[in-house]
C-alpha cells in the first residue's frame, strides 16, 4: 500500500491520554492509517517514550504533554496541529481515569474531578476546535469530512454501581456528542462517540486482595478487578472475551474515515456484546 493510498493519509488528529491503554493504541492506529497526530496526556515521560518508538517506526506522531482540564492545554493541542501540520481534521478526546466509591461517600472534589476530565476537558478542547472548524469549511473541498469521535463508556449509558460521579460525565459525552453533530453538520464535521465495554488496560487490571493504585495528579486511586469480575466480564459478552486496546482503536478508527461520513450523533457500543 503505497503512503497516497493509505486512508488517513494528509489528515491530523489530536488524541488524548495518549501515553498508554486504548489512547496509546488509538495514536497507533491512526498514524499506521496515514495521519500526523498530536498526542497528548498527564504523563509527559511516559509519552514522550511512547512517541519515540512510533516514530522510529517511520510514523507522524508529536508528543504534547499537558492537563487536558486545563484551557492553555487545549489552546496549546490546536495551535501546535495548524503550525505544525497546517491543519486540524480528527479530534478523539480519550483522556480519563475512574474514581469510584459509594454513592453517598463521593466527595465533591471527586464529583468534579470526573466531571473535570471527562466532560469540562472534551468540551473546551472541541470549543478551540471548532473556531477552526468554522472558519475552514468555505474552503474545505467538496466531500472530505472532519471527524470528532468522544468516548464514553457503557456507564454512561447504563449506569454502574460506584461510579456515580464517572457515570454522569460519560453521559454527558453523549450530550455534547449529540449536540455538536447537530451543530456542527453545517461545518462539515461528523461528531461521535464510542462508549466502550471492558477493555484490557490498567484501569481493570486483576488484583487478588488489594486493588491496584494509578497516580493522577498526586491523587492515588484504586482501579482494577478482581478475578471473578473480570470472569464475570467475559461471561456477559457475547464474544466472551474482555476487549484489548487495539480493538478498542479499532472502532475509533471505524468513525474517523470517510466510510463513515453519513455517520453523525451516534454512540457505537464497543464492548464484544456486553449484554446489560
Ligand atoms: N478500559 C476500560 O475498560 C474502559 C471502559 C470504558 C471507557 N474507558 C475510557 O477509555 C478512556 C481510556 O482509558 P484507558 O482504559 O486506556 O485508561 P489508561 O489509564 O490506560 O489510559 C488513560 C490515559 O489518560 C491519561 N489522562 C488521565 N487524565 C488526564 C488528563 N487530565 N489530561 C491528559 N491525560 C490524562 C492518563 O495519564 C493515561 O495515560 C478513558 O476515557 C476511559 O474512561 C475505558
Redesign the pocket.
Known amino acids: 500500500m503505497t503512503a497516497q493510498s493509505l486512508k488517513l493519509a494528509g489528515r491530523v488528529a489530536i488524541v488524548?491520554?495518549a501515553?498508554?491503554?486504548?489512547?496509546r493504541s488509538i495514536v497507533q492506529k491512526l498514524a499506521n492509517e496515514g495521519a500526523q497526530v498530536i498526542a497528548?496526556?498527564?504523563?509527559a515521560a511516559l509519552l514522550a517514550e511512547g512517541v519515540d518508538k512510533q516514530t522510529q517506526q517511520g510514523l507522524t506522531v508529536h508528543a504534547l504533554a499537558?492537563?487536558?482540564?486545563e484551557q492553555a492545554t487545549a489552546e496549546a493541542l490546536v495551535s501546535t496541529a495548524l503550525e505544525r501540520y497546517g491543519d486540524l481534521h480528527i479530534v478523539v478526546n480519550?483522556?480519563?481515569?475512574?474514581w469510584n466509591s459509594a454513592a453517598v461517600k463521593h466527595t465533591d472534589e471527586q464529583w468534579h474531578a470526573m466531571l473535570d476530565?471527562?466532560a469540562t476537558?472534551p468540551f473546551r478542547l472541541l470549543r478551540e476546535a471548532g473556531h477552526h472548524f468554522r472558519q475552514q469549511v468555505s474552503t474545505d473541498p467538496p466531500g472530505r469530512l472532519r471527524k470528532v469521535v468522544n468516548?464514553s463508556?457503557?456507564s454512561g449509558i447504563y449506569g454502574a454501581a460506584t461510579q456515580v460521579a464517572y457515570s454522569s460525565a460519560k453521559a454527558a459525552v453523549v450530550g455534547m456528542t449529540k449536540t455538536l453533530a447537530r451543530e456542527w453538520g453545517r461545518y462539515h464535521v461528523t461528531v461521535n462517540c464510542v462508549a466502550?465495554?471492558?477493555?484490557d488496560?490498567?484501569?481493570?487490571e486483576p488484583f487478588e486482595d488489594q486493588p491496584n493504585r494509578?497516580t493522577?495528579k498526586d491523587r492515588d486511586h484504586p482501579v482494577g478487578l478482581t478475578a471473578a469480575q473480570r470472569e464475570s466480564a467475559r461471561e456477559m459478552a457475547a464474544l466472551g472475551r474482555l476487549g484489548r486496546?487495539e480493538d478498542a482503536a479499532n472502532a475509533v478508527y471505524l468513525l474517523c474515515i470517510p466510510e463513515s461520513d453519513f455517520i453523525t450523533g451516534e454512540v457505537l457500543v464497543a464492548s464484544g456484546g456486553l449484554m446489560n
Not at 66 to 69: M, P, V
Not at 94 to 98: D, Q
Open positions: 488524548t491520554g501515553a498508554r491503554g486504548i489512547g497528548n496526556d498527564l504523563d499537558g492537563n487536558i482540564t480519550n483522556a480519563g481515569y475512574i476530565v471527562h476537558g468516548i463508556s457503557i466502550f465495554g471492558y477493555i488496560t490498567r484501569l481493570i494509578v493522577i486496546p
